[in-house]
């Protein structure tokens, strides 16, 4: 096997979970999760996060594979490696009829390694961190859902650590509960902390996160950055013409296909260059000039009134790459 990189803060090799009732959860994962990243770990319900969450910190076996994280090798390591990561999977548990301080000072005293004469601040500091100050004398069930998670959140930063583990992190919250948690994680990323969130939602992947990797069926689908992703999707281009016949001639000879005419509207999709092929290729590198796609058009008498580019979403990539929609359950 080779050696765990020391970029990568989370690094599996061939990890799988077959559960006692046979089912296969995991299967076979290689995932590399680079220092300083927010990585957002995509599958539809039932793809396989939480059982890949729970080999990662060691809660269950693997049935076969490695994992390293932090450098170390799990769950052999757990007892030294843990103290460094925050997680917070499926929720945080918490006291009701406590405020949400109190909760707080429960769980900082249930660390053995934590100082008592440093527990205040410690508290005070990680409920300002999450925007939870003013509201930290309420009660927890008063608490919203939103309110919950970053209380969660807080608890799971206690302790500085060098990485942050949140499953699902704005399942059941609304917009505006979302917006928050999203920009308490970019706020964390610019610390320094990386962060590992699954979600099954694409367009927070596309809003928070730098690199993501995407699951189905227990199967690692793809993995890299968000912009090389978007970068490796066509994207279609909408020509408005009275010349539509002749438009699409053009369009073709540049490569651009599945060509439609509709009324005076000529769309078709772009070819990929060879550049966009590229791991690493930057965001722009999958249009062809569109300049000059433009400029052959009226070269050949085509009269443009209108000119367009949609690129494809994140989700449009999903559905190419696994052929189905993404609410679909594995
Ligand atoms: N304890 C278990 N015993 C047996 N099968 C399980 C167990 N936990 C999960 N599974 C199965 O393993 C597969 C992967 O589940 P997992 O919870 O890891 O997916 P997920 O991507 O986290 O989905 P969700 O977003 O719904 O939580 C599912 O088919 C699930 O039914």
Redesign the pocket.
């Known amino acids: 096997m080779a050696q765990p990189s020391h970029a990568a803060v989370i690094e599996t090799r061939g990890l799988s979970k077959r559960?006692?009732?046979g089912?296969l959860?995991v299967d076979g994962l290689d995932l590399a999760v680079p220092r300083g990243s927010v990585f957002g770990f995509l599958?539809p319900?039932?793809?396989?996060?939480?059982?890949?969450i729970r080999m990662l910190l060691g809660l269950i076996d693997a049935t076969e594979g490695a994992v390293h994280v932090l450098g170390e090798p799990m769950p052999s390591t757990a007892r030294r490696v843990l103290p460094r990561v925050g997680a917070l999977i499926e929720g945080p548990a918490l006291y009701g009829f406590l405020s949400g301080r109190a909760n707080l000072h429960r769980y900082d005293a249930a660390d053995p390694t934590a100082d008592p004469r440093t527990r205040k601040a410690r508290v005070e500091g990680a409920l300002e961190r999450v925007g939870l100050s003013a509201a930290s004398g309420k009660k927890a069930k008063a608490y919203s859902l939103g309110m919950k998670q970053r209380l969660g959140i807080a608890a799971a930063l206690l302790k500085p650590r060098e990485l942050l583990v949140l499953d699902?992190p704005t399942n059941g919250l609304d917009p505006q509960g979302m917006r928050e948690i999203r920009s308490l994680v970019r706020a964390l990323a610019q610390d320094g902390t990386t962060v590992f969130l699954?979600s099954?939602l694409l367009d927070e992947i596309e809003q928070v996160c730098t690199h993501t990797a995407v699951?189905n069926r227990?199967r690692l689908v793809t993995q890299g950055t968000v912009a090389d992703m978007s970068a490796g999707a066509r994207g279609r281009v909408t020509v408005t013409t009275p010349d539509g016949a002749d438009a699409a001639r053009v369009l073709k000879e540049h490569g651009v296909a599945d060509l439609t005419v509709l009324g005076d509207e000529v769309t078709g999709e772009l070819p990929l260059t060879e550049a966009a092929r590229r791991p690493g290729s930057p965001d722009t590198a999958g249009v062809p000039d569109l300049a000059d796609l433009n400029a052959a058009l009226v070269r050949s008498g085509v009269r443009v009134r209108g000119f367009g580019v949609t690129r494809a979403s994140l989700e449009d990539i999903f559905v190419s790459l696994t052929g189905e929609g993404f609410d679909v359950a594995?």
């Open positions: 559960y006692r009732g089912q959860a599958g319900n039932g793809s396989g996060k939480t059982t890949t699902e699954s099954h699951m227990g594995g």
